[in-house]
């Protein structure tokens, strides 16, 4: 083969890396994201009374906090899970995020949903200190998903709304398939999966794991 055929050769591989390489083999540290709720301030103070505030407990990613307030979840069949951790701020919308053994122990059919898409989805009651509500819809299981800086978006060769693997290159091997992208200028890069998610991954909340396609 003689050195123009090498050199061409070279550069058709190099550049072929170059594309390939913004979205292959790009690390993103591990959130893991245990049950949790949102609420409106109409059900914050439904559950806690009139006029008052979800208080700070932990500043989290993109403006949220964990707060101080935790609830009782109980599903149709009168299952409960206590001390579940309210998320702040207040939201348009109420919304309890659980895992799939969650929904096992509360006893109730929980979609894999986005964050947001609660139409359709389980019913739940929610108990306070002060009071009581009963959702027809809005208990989910939140589909796992990375949030991104653009910068970081830009980086790894991703835009928001696209859906990757990403591989845990440890004793488990595991890879997950439909992972959402969601490219925010207040988050910083992480992926978030529910505890059951972890558990069978052998992944701690720190780890990292890698973007394959």
């Not at 407990?57 to 206590?82: H, P, Y």
């Not at 989910?140 to 709304?161: F, N, Q, V, W, Y």
């Not at 200028?185 to 701690?204: C, K, P, Q, R, Y």
Request: proline share 3%; aromatic share 4%; glycine share 10%.
């Amino acid at each position: 083969m003689d050195t123009n055929n090498i050199e061409w050769i070279t550069r058709m591989v190099l550049e072929a890396v170059e594309k390939s390489g913004s979205s292959t083999g790009f690390m993103v540290p591990i959130g893991v994201s245990a049950r949790h709720i949102h609420l409106t301030q109409e059900h914050v103070e439904a559950l806690f009374g009139p006029g008052y505030h979800l208080t700070k407990k932990k500043d989290l990613m993109g403006g949220q906090f964990a707060s101080n307030e935790t609830v009782t979840i109980v599903g149709l069949k009168l299952r409960a899970i206590e001390n579940v951790r309210i998320l702040g701020p207040v939201r348009r919308a109420t919304q309890v995020e659980v895992s799939a053994t969650d929904a096992v122990r509360l006893g109730e059919n929980v979609p894999v949903r986005e964050s947001g898409d609660i139409k359709g989805s389980a019913p739940i009651t929610i108990v306070g200190p002060k009071g009581a509500l009963y959702l027809k819809e809005g208990c989910i299981i939140a589909m796992r998903h990375i949030h991104t800086s653009p910068r970081d978006a830009e980086e790894a060769g991703l835009k928001d709304g696209d859906i990757v693997s990403v591989k845990a290159d440890n004793a488990r091997g595991t890879v997950f398939n439909h992972v959402k992208i969601r490219v925010h200028e207040s988050f910083t890069l992480e992926m978030h999966i529910d505890t059951d998610e972890a558990n069978a991954a052998g992944i701690s909340t720190g780890n990292t794991v890698m973007i394959v396609r």
